[in-house]
Nanobody, 123 residues
Framework: QVQLVESGGGLVQPGGSERLSCAAS????????MGWYRQAPGKERELVAGIGSGGDLTVYADSVKGRFTISRDNVKNTLWLQMNSLKPEDTAVYLC????????????????WGQGTQVTVSA
């Protein structure tokens, strides 16, 4: 079955960097459009970034543009999210999503989700 396992995260100081990973299995990763979402306490889940199956097309939420980079390795079946210049408002559970689609400048989620990994940005 489809499995998405996130890793990385933890406590990061403001201005710091962190890289999240999502190990995928159980489906044809190299054909799947993938994305990252996040959910902060008391807030709705929001899109962070999406990436096309070949890695050449990426989209980002305005709040993370220029700071976060989504990438993938279709040999290792792994999705990454490099987060730089982190701010306290980036604090959230970050979730990997599989088999969505990109339309225009937005990623629309598929049906498969990881369990999430906590990122806390605080001094």
């Amino acid at each position: 079955q489809v499995q998405l396992v996130e890793s990385g995260g933890g406590l990061v100081q403001p201005g710091g960097s962190e890289r999240l990973s999502c190990a995928a299995s159980g489906f044809a990763f190299n054909f799947a459009v993938m994305g990252w979402y996040r959910q902060a306490p008391g807030k709705e889940r929001e899109l962070v970034a999406g990436i096309g199956s070949g890695g050449d097309l990426t989209v980002y939420a305005d709040s993370v543009k220029g700071r976060f980079t989504i990438s993938r390795d279709n040999v290792k079946n792994t999705l990454w999210l490099q987060m730089n210049s982190l701010k306290p408002e980036d604090t959230a559970v970050y979730l990997c999503n599989a088999r969505g689609f990109i339309n225009g400048d937005k990623y629309y989620s598929g049906n498969y989700w990881g369990q999430g990994t906590q990122v806390t940005v605080s001094a």
